[in-house]
């Protein structure tokens, strides 16, 4: 059974900081990779997909990484801001489309 | 373009009352899934489908039915709702291929009483 754990469960950082999000799944056949966010009371808003093939993805000041043997991923967020306060969950993509979700780790970035 | 929908976006029952979740899509996905996110359980698949006509249970599909008559819509139904089903829902779709980014509507908050 594909089972997504989400490293740390909460963060607090000062603003500007360079953070790491991490992710990790125990079973290596998947097809893609997604990082979402999700604010309070709010539905999930996809940040990055990773294909199986790809290494990273890079959007403005997010960097998703993807190892598959090792069955980790990472989300690196530069120059933090208050603004990027929100939870940040990780899934993987099995066949179907179906997705496996980690628990998420919320994010408060301080001003 | 709308992306998915999802009405009601709050709904209120009683034990034992059914209700149907609506979900619609505006951009032509075959894929579609209905999840539920509970605290300190994440998000858990409840049912999907691959094409209109074809679904399939998820992780959590007990006490949902799910049907899907076109490509647009994929409707979850509550036969009888129990206190277990408070919850938020969420509909996903996508397309299948190499690129498979899903989409999510905004939600459905339930609370049975």
């Known amino acids: 059974k594909q089972e997504v754990t989400q490293i740390p469960a909460a963060l607090s950082v000062p603003e500007g900081e360079n953070l790491v999000l991490n992710c990790s799944f125990t079973?290596?056949?998947?097809?893609?990779l997604q990082w979402f966010r999700q604010d309070p009371g709010k539905g999930l808003t996809s940040l990055l997909l990773?294909?199986?093939?790809?290494r990273e993805q890079t959007s403005g000041r997010l960097n998703a990484s993807l190892d598959k043997s090792s069955g980790r991923s990472t989300l690196y967020i530069a120059a933090s801001q208050p603004g990027d306060s929100a939870t940040y969950l990780c899934?993987?993509?099995?066949?179907?489309?179906?997705?496996?979700f980690g628990a998420g780790t919320i994010l408060r970035v301080k001003s | 373009n709308a992306g998915v929908t999802q009405t009601p976006k709050f709904q209120v029952l009683k034990t034992g009352q059914s209700m149907t979740l609506q979900c619609a899509q505006d951009?032509?996905?075959?894929?579609m899934s209905w999840y539920r996110q509970d605290p300190g359980m994440g998000l858990r698949l409840i049912h999907y489908?691959?094409?209109?006509?074809?679904?399939d249970q998820g992780e959590v599909p007990n006490g949902y039915n799910v049907s899907r008559s076109t490509t647009e819509d994929f409707p979850l139904r509550l036969l009888s709702a129990a206190p277990s089903q408070t919850s938020v829902y969420f509909c996903?779709?996508?397309?299948?291929?190499?690129?498979?980014?899903?989409?999510f509507g905004p939600g459905t908050r339930l609370t049975v009483l």
């Open positions: 996903a779709s996508s397309n299948p291929g190499g690129y498979n980014e899903q989409f």
């Open positions: 079973d290596s056949a998947i097809y893609n």
């Open positions: 990773i294909q199986s093939s790809q």
């Open positions: 899934a993987v993509i099995w066949w179907g489309n179906k997705l496996v």
């Open positions: 951009m032509n996905h075959e894929y």
């Open positions: 489908s691959v094409g209109a006509g074809i679904t």
